[in-house]
């Protein structure tokens, strides 16, 4: 009987050794975040410590691609493994959409789950609530993040632009008083409240395009709703909540491995940033919001200091897509943008098939394994599920994540080498192979009218060196003919791979 004891013993604590010597992984994932945008990637109006904080102490990709120039694509991407074009109809959601993961898809968070980590998501979600048909949100909210594999969640819907303005954890509405029920549209109105058309003199904050119908908290947004007052969010908490719930993820799940995807809002729009912030970095609300995100970042890094995490914590710090200026609001973003690139020395940006519509910042700290420095690495968030399977010591199952590949090597420094080619959305389909960047024709706009944004698009291939030529200036079809063809071949042969 004393032997049977001891044995247990033993194996109890070694499991719980095992346990606490897992990394902790942390993806700290901004939206619509420039290449440019922060200090560390070469900007000089704004300063962002937390964010050099990560890049010192870890290694900063020059190379590091979201999947789509488009937010629901992106996180669509990174969650399943599969590149979103590959998904019929697959856009950007309106925030009364269906959940489009299907729920017995294996995603990284499940995947994480199954490798024995407490896993949670704080922040922006973006990729739909509930089965076919209006989302019940005075119930019961699901298939949704917890069914997809996150023990713990605490979202929006969609992006601050959109309706309905509360916040969801676990499955219900916070603060929702029954007796005021929550009604969303998108196609027409819904109840009586004042809408950003109607009533601009109760407004805050005033569009520039679109972006005006139903009034939460002096801002218009896109979509109707009613309902749910006593649950509505102000815009300027935001940024404090998600950190909150985030820390307090990480305090809740110190004693065993976790994994926390902070999807935060900033710099998205609407930019409405807590009055701490409000003027400080002397480029109006966006450049404020960066300021913002940076802070966010800070105390999730000062969370891990204190309750001593942080030499066990591998931190990922990336973007969903390129920048956007004027999105919607009239917020002085293109005004006060002095001489501040939100691309850097890249062409286009959110929504453009030139690489600032995709190419985003991308810094990976892990004091115990990784090497401070620079990589120029080709990677892509969509190579996440594969890595960090791999860095978990996990095989994928037979279906999961058929587009990523495992370039764990490149991600831990190991290795100065990503993936050998890699597929951009915008409008169009790039490819990228090597420092070689192939943009199939398309009869879409050239440029955004409401942003001003270019998008890349033109009726006849292009083609560019971007290790000569990395802000896309000279298209040498012409010159290379027989590589346009190949890489043609290739892209075809990629998008007939199941």
């Known amino acids: 009987m004393n032997k049977m004891f001891l044995t247990l013993l033993f194996l109890l604590i070694s499991s719980t050794v095992g346990a606490q010597s897992r990394p902790n992984i942390i993806l700290i994932y901004a939206s619509d975040l420039g290449y440019g945008d922060t200090s560390a990637y070469g900007a000089k109006q704004l ?82 609530l509930g089965s076919e048909g209006e989302p019940d949100w005075n119930g ?25 303005c509360v916040y969801i954890e676990d499955r219900r509405v916070v603060g929702l008083d029954l007796s005021d029920p929550i009604r969303v549209r998108y196609n027409a109105p819904v109840g009586d409240w004042p809408t950003g058309k109607g009533r601009p003199d109760l407004l805050k904050m005033h569009p520039s395009y679109g972006h005006d119908m139903t009034i939460v908290n002096g801002i218009s947004r896109i979509g109707y709703m009613t309902g749910g007052a006593a649950a509505l969010w102000k815009d300027e908490e935001m940024a404090d909540v998600f950190t909150r719930k985030a820390v307090t993820f990480v305090e809740r799940n110190r004693e065993r491995p976790f994994f926390l995807y902070f999807a935060a809002h900033d710099p998205h729009v609407p930019r409405a940033p807590h009055p701490r912030f409000v003027g400080k970095s002397g480029m109006g609300p966006r450049g404020d919001t960066i300021l913002q995100l940076d802070w966010c970042v800070g105390e999730i890094l000062a969370a891990l200091d204190r309750l001593k995490l942080a030499g066990n914590t591998l931190v990922i710090f990336t973007s969903d897509n390129g920048p956007a200026l004027n999105d919607g609001y ?76 495992d370039v764990l090597a490149a991600l831990l420094g190991r290795s100065k080498t990503g993936r050998t080619h890699l597929v951009e959305q915008a409008g169009a389909i790039s490819l990228r192979v090597g420092s070689w960047k192939y943009i199939e024709p398309s009869k879409r706009p050239k440029v955004m009218p409401e942003t001003n944004t270019e998008l890349g698009n033109d009726t006849v291939d292009q083609l560019y060196d971007l290790s000569s030529d990395v802000g896309e200036t000279v298209n040498l079809t012409a010159r290379y003919p027989e590589r346009v063809q190949k890489m043609k071949v290739l892209l075809q042969q990629i998008r007939e791979r199941k």
């Open 47 to 128: 300063k962002t410590p937390n964010i050099d904080r990560l890049a010192r102490e870890g290694l900063r990709f020059t190379d590091g691609h979201s999947t789509a120039a488009l937010s629901t694509p992106s996180r669509y991407a990174l969650l399943t493994g599969e590149y979103a074009w590959r998904k019929k109809g697959m856009g950007v959601l309106p925030g009364s959409a269906a959940l489009v993961i299907e729920p017995e898809r294996e995603t990284l968070a499940s995947m994480l789950k199954r490798g024995g980590y407490t896993t949670g998501v704080v922040g922006m979600w973006h990729l739909g």
């Open 330 to 405: 009239k917020d002085d973003a293109v005004e006060k943008l002095g001489d501040h690139r939100p691309a850097g020395p890249l062409r286009g940006g959110k929504y453009s098939n030139f690489e600032a519509g995709t190419r985003v910042p991308f810094l990976v700290r892990w004091p115990r394994r990784v090497k401070a420095g620079v990589s120029n690495a080709l990677v892509s968030h969509i190579d996440l599920f594969a890595s960090l399977s791999a860095f978990t010591g996990q095989k994928l199952n037979a279906n999961a994540a058929p587009d990523s590949q």
């Open 140 to 164: 019961e909210l699901k298939p949704g993040p917890n069914e997809v594999g996150f023990d713990y969640s605490f979202i929006i819907t969609a992006t601050g632009d959109r309706v309905p």
